[in-house]
């Protein structure tokens, strides 16, 4: 009797020494991968610059009422939703037209915008230099490269800020409707303008804005601008992007500390040993730091992972070419920008086209595209015939992944979440 409670006390103190020895050993490896690729907290940090020149409550008020869309319609906040992370929660945005939250809108008569939305958390951190899925806006050595031509010597003070027009140029985001006949008026200016003219169409416009003085948004508005000592005749462009930008900064303050974060900086009780066990396969054999690298989880680098185009792209047959369609080479084609997996548990779906309804579904696709296609077959015969353009444009370090047990892609996913 005595004998066998001394083995099970053995046992027992084995047991825990060794699952002991094991926590210690997972925190020591992340401990060298932190040092290693010099990780911190950056979700919740602002580039000064956003800050500094832009006016918040201006931005607010913008992002909020849809006084800038032609048909009255759309806001940001229409697809970048407080409950949802500042995303939309749908595979492919819902623009103008479109009506309520969430899965509301799917079913509203909305023009669809072939792209799955981003969160908008962490874009005002210093260094978040590659904006949208094909990098259509870009700060490069000082200089913001964009469609509407050179930011800086436009006047915006950060690429976020020029990322911030853009949708107010955008015929499905904001302009409204194409119809035969009748068409908005911002809608037949602004959209036939090219690249930097849109800019002065786009001013034009939001000068007749600001000169309504029926609409109680356009009374606040111009009190905002006087609080500032400044008049309507200054009410353009770059003023609109600054001012969102630093609205975009200004929610940072809701940003929430994720427990990644406060594992990076020293807390060891904030990811559980499964979650633990997905860092170390993360930064290891899963390879997946090898494009969501740093501490945003992204290279901001564009890679295919040959995710299938459905039929709704941008571009003709509803393919959507991703960086080729900015820089028009062959080699870019199905690449886009690595997303951020900062709050990626809260932003699903995934996928440029949304494709993906969960997490474990995009994580599996990046293994091997194959079950995928079993489970849900193609969207249409087209996409059966064509996908092997897609395929041949996956990246080459996908083949390096080595996830060989449903264990590790499970504790690879719990990690994902503490993101
Ligand atoms: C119709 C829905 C819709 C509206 C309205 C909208 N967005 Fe977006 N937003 C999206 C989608 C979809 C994307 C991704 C598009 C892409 O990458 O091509 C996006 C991307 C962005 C990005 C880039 C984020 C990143 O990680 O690169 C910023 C910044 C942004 N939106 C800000 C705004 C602002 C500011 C407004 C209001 C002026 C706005 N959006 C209005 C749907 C919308
Ligand atoms: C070759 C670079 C590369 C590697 C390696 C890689 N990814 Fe990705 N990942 C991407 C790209 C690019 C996308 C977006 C593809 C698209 O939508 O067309 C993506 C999408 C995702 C998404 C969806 C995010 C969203 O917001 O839609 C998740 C989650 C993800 N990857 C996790 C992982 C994990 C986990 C690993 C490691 C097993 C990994 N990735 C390895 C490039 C990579």
Not at 114 to 128: C, I, M, Q
Not at 355 to 374: K, Q, S
Not at 397 to 414: N, P, V, Y
Request: hydrophobic content about 40%; overall charge neutral.
């Amino acid at each position: 009797m005595k004998r066998l409670f001394s083995n099970l006390y053995l046992g027992l103190l084995v047991l825990c020494w060794s699952s002991a020895l094991q926590a210690l050993d997972l925190d020591d490896q992340l401990r060298l991968v932190i040092q290693a690729y010099g990780l911190e907290p950056a979700l919740c940090e602002v580039d000064a610059r956003v800050v500094k020149h832009g006016n918040p409550e201006l931005g607010r008020l913008l992002f909020k009422s849809p006084v800038l869309s032609g048909d009255y319609d759309t806001s940001c906040g229409s697809c970048h939703q407080d409950q949802v992370a500042l995303a939309d929660g749908l595979p492919l945005a819902v623009g103008v037209g479109g009506a309520g939250k969430g899965n509301e809108r799917l079913a509203s008569d909305g023009v669809v915008v072939p792209r799955n939305a981003f969160t908008l958390f962490g874009r005002a951190s210093a260094g978040f230099n590659t904006f949208f899925w094909d990098g259509k806006v870009m700060e490069i050595q000082g200089k913001i490269y964009s469609p509407l031509g050179e930011g800086f010597a436009q006047g915006f003070r950060s690429p976020l800020a020029v990322a911030a027009v853009l949708p107010i140029l955008a015929r499905d985001e904001f302009l409204g409707r194409q119809g035969m006949l009748n068409g908005n008026s911002h809608l037949e200016r602004i959209n036939s303008a090219y690249y930097a003219d849109k800019v002065a169409a786009a001013n034009q416009v939001l000068q007749e804005i600001i000169r309504n003085p029926e609409d109680p948004v356009v009374r606040e508005l111009r009190a905002l601008l006087a609080a500032r000592g400044q008049t309507p005749d200054d009410f353009d462009l770059t003023m609109v992007g600054n001012a969102l930008a630093s609205f975009i900064a200004q929610k940072t303050a809701e940003c929430p500390q994720t427990r990644w974060e406060r594992y990076i900086e020293g807390d060891p009780s904030a990811l559980t040993k499964t979650e633990k066990q997905g860092a170390v396969i993360f930064f290891g054999k899963g390879r997946c730091a090898g494009c969501h690298s740093g501490n945003r989880f992204s290279d901001l680098q564009f890679h295919s992972i040959g995710v299938p185009q459905g039929d709704l792209g941008p571009h003709m047959h509803g393919q959507d070419l991703g960086r080729a369609d900015v820089t028009y080479q062959t080699e870019d084609r199905y690449r886009f920008r690595t997303p951020p997996l900062w709050l990626v548990s809260k932003t699903a779906p995934y996928g440029h086209n949304g494709r993906f309804e969960t997490l474990d579904d995009v994580v599996r696709f990046h293994l091997n595209p194959i079950p995928f296609f079993v489970a849900h077959k193609w969207t249409s015969q087209r996409e059966s015939l064509t996908y092997g353009k897609v395929l041949a444009s996956r990246s080459f370090r996908l083949g390096f992944i080595d996830i060989t047990s449903e264990d590790e892609l499970t504790a690879l996913i719990a990690f994902l979440k503490t993101l």
